[in-house]
């Protein structure tokens, strides 16, 4: 099994630790590639675990592959980028994208939608709300629907850029977001995944609202 994790930031953080502790003992030799472009610093201690400064990818995949050696780690300290999602995402790839802008989910979502079989697990959270968007794909058909789809128009037409064309100042002023709604966010995104492994998805989207404890499964098709 192949698995490409897109975004170390808070999602992306909190659902390595129990994804790679799984599929250490359920999918011995499973490949796992962590790619993000942004560095850990100090404020980040607030919402992300770590143990020393450096590329989030780099210093996650060092700190994780003494603890389950029965899986492949490799990193890439890169953003995705129109000059790299052909590389980073292949066929049959399961892809958990866990990032803050809709520029990388459109960018994603159509390199998906031009490939024969994959898998695209996409979580996303404002400050005590989120979504965890399911795109399976399969032989050439769409099982779910693209996570750029007319329901979505922020991702189908974003306003934002990748972060690979913004400045470091405009990076620091992303919204703030809340340690609680990003690790409910990741147990939302391990769950699809598990359904996903069982065949078991019936929906294209999850919507979840910490404060009220309501969590709703949506399908579009």
Avoid: W
């Avoid at 909190?14 to 790619?35: C, D, K, Q, V, W």
């Avoid at 899986?71 to 995705?80: A, Q, S, T």
Wanted: aromatic share 8%; charged share 25%; net charge negative.
């Amino acid at each position: 099994m192949k698995i490409k994790v897109i975004g170390i930031g808070g999602i992306g953080g909190a659902l390595l630790p129990a994804l790679t502790r799984y599929l250490n003992f359920a999918y011995n030799g499973s490949e796992i590639t962590l790619i993000d472009g942004d560095s850990y610093e100090e404020r980040n201690n607030q919402r992300q675990e770590f143990d020393e400064l450096g590329y989030k990818a780099e210093v996650t995949a060092e700190r994780l592959r003494p603890l389950f050696n029965n899986l492949l780690f490799v990193f890439k300290n890169e953003y995705v980028t129109p000059g790299n999602v052909y590389e980073i995402i292949r066929e049959d790839d399961i892809v958990l994208m866990g990032v803050d802008n809709h520029a990388t989910r459109k960018l994603v979502s159509d390199r998906c939608e031009d490939m024969e079989t994959v898998t695209l697990i996409s979580g996303g959270n404002d400050f005590t709300d989120g979504n965890v968007q399911m795109y399976i794909r399969k032989n050439g058909e769409d099982i779910t629907l693209p996570i750029a789809n007319d329901f979505h128009p922020e991702i189908m037409e974003p306003a934002d850029r990748n972060p690979a064309d913004v400045g470091c100042g405009e990076l620091a002023e992303s919204e703030p977001q809340l340690v609680i709604a990003n690790n409910a966010m990741a147990a939302v995104m391990l769950s699809a995944f598990y359904s996903y492994l069982q065949g078991k998805v019936t929906y294209d989207e999850i919507y979840v609202d910490i404060l009220t404890g309501n969590s709703r499964a949506v399908n579009r098709r």
